[in-house]
């Protein structure tokens, strides 16, 4: 069974930082695309990072860009995201999200395993 | 970025109601589409993949076409457990970006 469990979410001071993990099971880490999607309360979703397979190359959106860095720890199936210099806009749920791989072994930036979400709330 | 509009925003229909959802790219993103069902509460479910394929067990009644710049997700005969919020997603290029979602609810 594919699990995935994000981890490390809470309260926080404008400015400061948190990290989250997302630990996975299930599935051959390795070989995935890993993401971090947030969502606002009430709001739409927002994807925020990915993570190449190997960790070697690494995207961001515009809005996390300098302050957000995303990593991972094959040895572990961990994820992680860390977040730095927070803001209120970043008050959200953010899920780890798997990328998809067609039966023909093609890679899609869609997401087809998500996990239940940590929420970050960022206020003094 | 390229943005992505969904319409419309909220919709009620009823069960076995032929119900469709579209979703319109600013620039031209070929064939490379998702659709996702969210519930409250819960993890978005991704339903369609690079516009037309369905992801493993989700049911028949949902389909998606389109090229381009316009794309649309069907759900042919609404049931009950349909109530949700739907995104669409595209993933042109390196950073994916959301419609801001359909709020479909089941008389």
Known sequence: EVRLLESGGGLVQPGGSVRLSCAVSGFPFVNYVMNWVR?????????????SGSGGATYFA?????????SRDNSKNTL????????????????????HIDSSGYYHDAFDMWGQGTKVTVSS | DIQMTQSPSTLSASVGDKVTIACRAS????????????KPGKAPKLLIYKTSNLDSGVPLRFSGTGSGTEFTLTISSLQPDDSAT??????HDNSPTFGQGTKVEVK
Do not use: H
Request: with cysteine; hydrophobic share 35%.
């Open chain 2, 27 to 38: 620039q031209r993103i070929s064939s490379w589409l998702a659709w996702y069902q969210q």
């Open chain 2, 86 to 91: 739907y995104y669409c997603q595209q993933y």
């Open chain 1, 80 to 99: 992680y995201l860390q977040m730095n210099d927070l803001r209120a806009e970043d008050t959200a749920i953010y899920f780890c999200a798997k990328g």
């Open chain 1, 62 to 70: 515009d809005s996390v860009k300098g302050r957000f860095t995303i």
């Open chain 1, 39 to 51: 969502q606002a309360p009430g709001k739409g979703l927002e994807w925020v990072s990915a993570v």
